[in-house]
């Protein structure tokens, strides 16, 4: 009797194995699909972020000339706030493109 419990069970295993590997494979396909078409939009999501920070560069630097020429206090820290968005937008698109290794 245990002899063919055993033979049962080892059946029961092997049919949920080859069941579940189509599902594994599938899986990678999907993946592969994924990987495939996230690196056919990190260029062009990478010149649309260096646009975005070039008309907010614009913009910023013309209200930073507005507030030096009003005699505001606060410019340096509008500057240097200022600074920091336009090289975190401009460098994005490198640290992307060297995170996929695209």
């Given at each position: 009797?245990k ?31 994924a990987?495939s ?7 062009p999501?990478g010149v649309?972020?260096?646009?975005i920070g ?12 507005n507030?030096w ?22 460098l ?11």
């Amino acid at each position: 009797m245990k002899k063919k419990n055993l033979n049962k069970t080892g059946l029961l295993v092997v049919a949920l194995v080859l069941a579940t590997s189509g599902v594994y494979a599938q899986g990678a396909a999907a993946i592969t699909q994924a990987t495939s078409d996230i690196e056919a939009y990190i260029e062009p999501i990478g010149v649309l972020i260096q646009v975005i920070g070039g008309v907010v560069g614009i913009i910023g630097g013309i209200r930073i000339y507005n507030k030096w020429n009003n005699g505001d206090n606060d410019v340096n820290k509008e500057l240097i706030g200022w600074g920091g968005a336009c090289v975190f937008l401009m460098l994005v698109p490198t640290f992307i493109t060297a995170f996929f290794g695209l």
